[in-house]
């Protein structure tokens, strides 16, 4: 089906009550007579690279490429291996055409190309080393190519930058793309003469040709094929030498004044530093640059010598909050931890994603913990993974930490909380399982032992294991292969003051985890608020554990049952608990890690519908004039945010919202706060803004030059306008217009397109809904920022009817967007409803639907979890 036509499709199947067809699927067959054309049908099947990785070794790739024109790249690439089988072999291309092959000097037909893989016969291979030559031609374009061109309005230049992750380098060159075939790889980048480039390898030569260049890199370290990287433009640089290594940073010309440039190569030096510092490992690259890469759709993207970050998250266009700052530094952290974690050492598969995903946010937290002990490090860690994971761990669509995987082209969907933020997560409790010394010496031997090569979980553990001198095999078993998480239940018996019996309670959330306990070390908290708290070591090994060290001692005010964060469970309080906390005891909290965590088992406690949202509602609007923490405040207003528009009733969010807008104005106007503080109360109220009142203040901060002590800059500006679109407040169009003339940065015409999104109108959502997939130019980055606005809950009724086609496209996104996409874009939908109609649209989608590949099935409970919540949550009232 034609891309320009799917849109129109889908709208028409669901008006007719039909669903589209299923993607087209070979025939089954009993038995496959021959293998090798099994291992021809698109994507890299699992059996493929098995295969592969038993019979082919040294890889090495001689990369050429021209990428002169605007919307194609011409190459050729060397491929010299060592095979020990006399089959044939099969490589994978699926740019757009093959224009020569030859093997060990032998041409060979175009015909071994079918669109996924090309065959090269076993009659033009020789035992031992291979030397293969291929011709190509690969796509350029905005979107949806293996090379991204982004234009610059602001000055015309145009810049080029590579996105394979994680299976996208066969779109670009032929190669063994799974990342247990890693390879040496050089390259010959030809671009327009005044063009920079950078990539992998050191840059070795520079020669001009008429109009042209031609960037020589040298050899690369073994590398996985994903990350591969290049990027070209005229971009500008700075560079500075930290203990004998240079740092580079790359940023648009345009933006230069803007990037900060000197604070991010400090900082990515810090980060290099303390790396090789807690690896005992030096870095394992012969140079290090970063990019800041334009409408960039990631956070960042690891490429060993080439860490490009997203433009837009790194250049600040007004003062940022300590939380965008400590965001901005994590997201460094991150990227060059896996530096080891996923580039020196690689997963064998992508099953194991987990792994370096895992790692890099859970030392990336270790880190910020050391470099600045007054950052929170371990609140930052726990606001940011926590509540992400148990959102989504305890949904029916949830997935073990080690994610099965058949085919390469089914790994866009193992993306996701799970790996990102249950894994790290995980690793912080088996940290605290073995101790720091000892989790340190186990990964040290690890990253010994597999440099420049592959590793499983199983090798992470066994590793230490070994420098614990403990079985880790049950470890395994209960957290990295089976699905879900517990909850644990606080029992306290108080008598005369005293302890009775304390015991912590264990069961799965959902059925699918199966029966039995998750073997868990944590620490119990008992809280007095007029003495010192009392913290026991408990080790959690049945599904009801008796914490034998409370029994007797005086009755506290509250008992929490993960204090430090070091388990990884649902914490269900007590009555007592509650009371005691909602009393006022919350308020005298000191430990701000611990303060966070509660606040976080209460939500749990509404999310479950055991608390009703007014309650937590008023609850924090009690609390809000004295939260002085910059990261919880954002957290609590987002809660209340979400209480107030999506949880309660039209009776109760008519009757709260005058109350809220109220003291959230107060918050973002009290002069005698910082900033930081008053900030997250100014975002918060533009994002409820409703009633007439609080339309009539947000009219008066476009026409005002400062709020929240700060002069009120661009960003703002526009989400006060797309707030107002989105309300469908008179002359919010003009005010729309009066913005777009204001603010014609890069960043301006993108917030344009996306506050765009927000109009209350059905053309409006057509139009959009029909980009989404017709619009070859959108770029990705844009497309996913409109789909919030799109989705606005005061539309829902207008966009319901796309909830079916939405639905009924996911097998075109899975193919044709990246990796995070399909999540934002079912988060989106899903998240932008909140009624019973909706929730049966979803069901009766997955029941007409019992052949959706598992993983989309699994996506779709995942992100229809909160939908479920939410009704009923309304329901109850």
Same mark, same amino acid.
């Given at each position: ?18 669903a ?12 496959r ?16 690279a ?20 605007l ?6 690439v ?21 224009t ?22 076993a ?7 291979n030397?293969l ?13 293996s ?20 299976a ?26 005044g ?25 690369? +370290? ?5 990350l591969?990287?290049f ?6 640089r ?35 530093g303390w ?20 409408a ?8 060993p ?135 340190r ?29 403990r ?19 606080? +029992? ?5 003051g ?10 799965p ?15 119990v ?15 959690m090994?049945?599904l009801?554990?008796d ?21 990884y ?15 006022g005891?919350?308020?005298r909290?000191g ?27 008023r ?64 975002d ?15 009219e ?9 002590g ?18 469908g ?7 729309l ?28 959502? +057509?139009?959009?809904?029909t ?14 920022g ?11 009724a207008?966009?319901l ?41 979803? +069901?009766r ?19 229809s979890?909160e ?11």
């Open positions: 089906m034609r891309l320009r036509c799917l849109a129109a499709y889908l709208l028409a199947v669901s008006a007719a009550g039909l589209t067809p299923a993607a087209a699927q070979s025939s089954p067959r009993a038995a007579q021959d293998s090798l054309t099994a291992w021809m049908r698109p994507g890299v099947s699992l059996a493929l098995q295969h592969r990785a038993r019979t082919i070794g040294d890889v090495r790739y001689a990369i050429t490429l021209d990428v002169s024109a919307d194609s790249a011409v190459g050729r060397g491929v010299r291996f060592r095979r020990s089988d006399t089959g044939d072999v099969i490589l994978d291309f699926r740019g757009r055409r093959l020569r092959a030859s093997a060990n000097g032998t041409d060979l037909p175009l015909a071994i190309a079918n669109g996924a893989h090309l065959r090269v016969p009659s033009a291979l020789r035992p031992g080393e030397a030559e291929f011709a190509f031609v690969a796509a350029i374009a905005p979107s949806g190519a090379i991204i061109r982004f234009h610059d309005r602001a000055d015309g230049s145009d810049y080029l930058y590579t996105l394979l992750v994680p996208d380098a066969n779109q670009l060159f032929p190669c063994f793309d799974q990342p247990d075939l890693k390879a040496r790889v050089t390259l010959a980048l030809t671009t327009p003469g063009w920079t480039a950078l990539a992998n390898g050191a840059l070795a030569a520079a020669e001009t040709t008429g109009a042209a260049i031609t960037h020589r890199f040298a050899e690369s +370290r073994p590398i996985s094929t994903y591969v990287a990027a070209a433009g005229p971009w500008h700075v560079g500075r030498t930290v203990d004998g290594r240079t740092v580079n940073g790359y940023v648009r010309r345009s933006r230069a004044a803007e990037a900060d440039l000197d604070t991010l190569v400090a900082q990515n030096a810090r980060a290099l790396m090789e510092r807690y690896f005992g490992h030096p870095y394992g690259f012969d140079k290090f640059d970063f990019l800041l890469a334009p960039f759709p990631f956070g960042g993207m690891e490429h010598g080439a860490i490009f970050y997203n433009e837009d998250r790194f250049i600040f266009r007004e003062r940022p909050t300590l939380p965008r700052r400590l965001g901005r530094f994590t997201t460094i952290l991150h990227e060059v931890a896996h530096q080891w974690f996923g580039d020196l050492v690689t997963m064998r598969w992508f099953d194991d994603l987990w792994l370096k995903e895992g790692f890099a946010t859970y030392i990336a937290a270790k880190a910020l913990d050391d470099l600045d002990s007054t950052s929170g490090a371990w609140k930052t860690f726990y606001l940011g993974n926590k509540p992400a994971a148990y959102g989504v761990d305890q949904t029916a669509g949830t997935t073990p930490l080690w994610q099965e995987l058949a085919n390469l082209d089914q790994a866009k969907s193992n993306y996701g909380a799970i790996v990102y933020n249950k894994a790290p997560s995980v690793l912080k409790q088996l940290n605290h399982l073995v101790g720091d010394s000892l989790f010496s186990g990964v040290q031997a690890l990253l010994r032992e597999h440099a420049y090569a592959n590793f499983t979980w199983r090798d992470l553990l066994a590793a230490i294991g070994r420098a614990a001198r079985d880790l095999t049950e470890f395994g078993r209960q957290f990295i292969l089976r699905p879900g998480m517990p909850e644990v239940e606080q +029992r306290l018996v108080v008598r005369e005293r302890i009775v019996r304390l015991a912590l309670v264990q069961r959330v959902r059925t699918l985890s199966g029966p039995g306990a998750w073997p868990m070390r944590t620490q908290l008992l809280w007095y608020g007029d003495r010192p708290a009392e913290v026991m070591p408990v080790e090994t049945g009801a554990t914490v034998s060290a409370a029994r007797g001692r005086a009755a506290p005010a509250f008992v929490f049952a993960n204090a430090g964060d070091y388990g469970f649902l914490t269900l309080l007590d009555s007592a608990s509650i009371a005691a906390l909602e009393g005891a919350l308020a909290v430990d701000p890690l611990l303060k966070a965590m509660l606040w976080g088992a209460l939500w749990d406690q509404v999310r479950a519908a055991r608390m009703p949202p007014a309650r937590y509602a609850l924090v609007l009690r609390e809000l004039p004295r939260e002085r923490d910059e990261q919880i405040l954002p957290s609590l207003l987002g809660r209340l945010g979400r209480a107030l528009a999506a949880y309660a009733s039209p009776a109760l969010r008519d009757s709260l919202q005058p109350e809220v807008e109220r003291a959230l104005w107060e918050g973002a106007s009290d002069a005698s706060q910082p900033y930081g503080l008053r900030k997250p109360f100014l918060a109220f533009i994002s409820v803004a409703a009633t007439p009142e609080a339309v009539g203040r947000l008066s901060l476009l026409g005002a030059d400062s709020a929240a700060e002069p009120l800059r661009d960003p703002t500006r526009w989400d006060v306008v797309t707030r107002l679109l989105v309300l407040a008179p002359g919010a169009d003009q005010r217009a009066a913005q777009q003339a204001r603010d014609t940065t890069p960043d301006g015409r993108r917030r344009a397109f996306t506050s765009g999104a927000g109009r209350p109108s059905a053309e409006t959502k +057509r139009e959009y809904f980009r989404f997939f017709s619009d070859t130019t959108l770029n990705e980055d844009w497309a996913t409109s789909l919030g606005a799109f989705n606005a809950l005061e539309h829902q207008m966009t009817p796309y909830l079916r086609p939405a639905l009924d496209s996911l097998p075109f996104i899975q193919a044709n967007r990246r990796i995070f996409f399909l999540g934002s874009w079912l988060g989106a939908f899903l998240g932008g409803q909140t009624g019973d109609a909706a929730l049966e649209i979803v +069901r989608y997955l029941a007409e639907h019992p052949d959706l590949p598992r993983d989309l099935r699994q996506k779709v409970l995942q992100s979890d939908l479920e919540r939410t009704v009923r949550i309304r329901r109850r009232g």
